[in-house]
């Protein structure tokens, strides 16, 4: 444990929220002449919903950009801060994400963003969180569902494995995400959630 200054953390939640906040799904999909992915699906700008215009190169690159600025905030905060600093860079950029201030605070659910943070924070928790993914999705190809049962299981993993300041963080990460969830919460409950791939 390292003893960043109140400051330094000031600095690295910035840093992450500004990266964070950066809107790749809406500006990959701009830029290929789809319009506003907003305008479709669920709404937000995430991979999923980018996967429902059809083009699957645009998801998947959202999917990596999205991933990589939460793991570049918490890389950068930590070479300059420390561990300490990087946990709330980490923060910050699922904060970003999920609440971009250059969209009146309404961006994706950050999923993508939280397993980039993980990626870079302690890979074996990032791995945890992909293979419960993967095999909740080979199941029920359900992508919420899937996010939502991964999500859970990575403070438990973090836990075990004894990362324990990945598991402090990484609980208020996963309410967040799961509240972002609300509404596909009501959907499956209603068995009205859509397939992973199903077009708008």
Excluded at 40 to 59: D, P, Q, Y
Excluded at 90 to 118: D, E, N, R, S, Y
Excluded at 159 to 172: D, T
Aim: aromatic content about 8%; glycine content about 12%.
């Amino acid at each position: 444990m390292d003893s960043s200054s109140p400051p330094e953390l000031l600095i690295a939640f910035g840093l992450g929220y500004l990266l964070g906040a950066i809107p790749f799904g809406l500006l990959l999909t701009h830029l290929a002449g789809l319009g506003d992915v907003r305008q479709i699906g669920s709404g937000n700008i995430g991979a999923t919903n980018v996967l429902r215009t059809g083009h699957r190169g645009l998801a998947a690159a959202t999917l990596l950009l999205d991933a990589a600025k939460g793991a570049a905030a918490v890389l950068i905060a930590n070479y300059c801060f420390g561990q300490t600093a990087a946990a709330i860079a980490g923060l910050g950029a699922l904060l970003g994400h999920i609440f971009p201030v250059w969209l009146k605070f309404k961006g994706g659910k950050g999923v993508a963003t939280f397993l980039g943070v993980l990626s870079a924070m302690a890979w074996e928790v990032a791995a945890i969180f992909a293979i419960v993914w993967l095999a909740v999705a080979a199941v029920t190809r359900i992508s919420s569902l899937s996010a939502m049962v991964a999500t859970v299981a990575v403070p438990i993993g973090a836990w075990v494995l004894g990362y324990n300041q990945v598991a402090a963080v990484s609980v208020l990460m996963a309410a967040i995400i799961l509240i972002k969830h609300r509404g596909n919460i009501r959907r499956l409950l209603a068995g009205e959630e859509p397939k992973i791939g199903a077009k708008a």
